[in-house]
């Protein structure tokens, strides 16, 4: 049983930064892969990043490689998405995500792999 809180989203202008945190309460913390969603209206949900229980593998969207990175601090149950060089393509709301290990790894880009969610957050790059 996991429960996920996000924050730090917001409005910035293209080009700009902004740093997602996830809050998450849970026993077993470090047994979840963590994963980053995101969906904009009219569009389907998409994967952003997801990282492993440990924090030794990371996976990144092509949409967002170079950009976007993806951490964990398991001491403090932590994950974060640090975004850099933010388009308006990116503007949606953001979801952080835990899912139970056990999986192959490539696994962790479905959604349907993930059995706890955030509320969201709204990020919004507009000039």
């Known amino acids: 049983q996991v429960q996920l809180v996000e924050s730090g989203g917001g409005l910035v202008q293209p080009g700009g930064s902004l740093r997602l945190s996830c809050a998450a309460s849970g026993r077993t913390f470090t047994d979840y892969c963590m994963g980053w969603f995101r969906q904009a209206p009219g569009n389907e949900r998409e994967f952003v990043a997801t990282?492993?229980?440990?924090?030794?593998?990371?996976s990144h969207a092509d949409s967002v490689k170079g950009r976007f990175t993806i951490s964990r601090d398991n001491a403090k149950n932590m994950v974060y998405l640090q975004m850099n060089n933010l388009k308006p393509e990116d503007t949606a709301v953001y979801f952080c995500?835990?899912?139970?290990?056990?999986?192959?790894?490539?696994?962790?880009?479905?959604?349907?792999?993930?059995?706890?969610w955030g509320q969201g957050t709204q990020v919004t790059v507009s000039s």
């Open positions: 995500a835990a899912a139970r290990g056990g999986y192959l790894w490539s696994d962790y880009v479905q959604s349907r792999r993930y059995n706890f």
């Open positions: 990282i492993s229980g440990g924090g030794a593998l990371t």
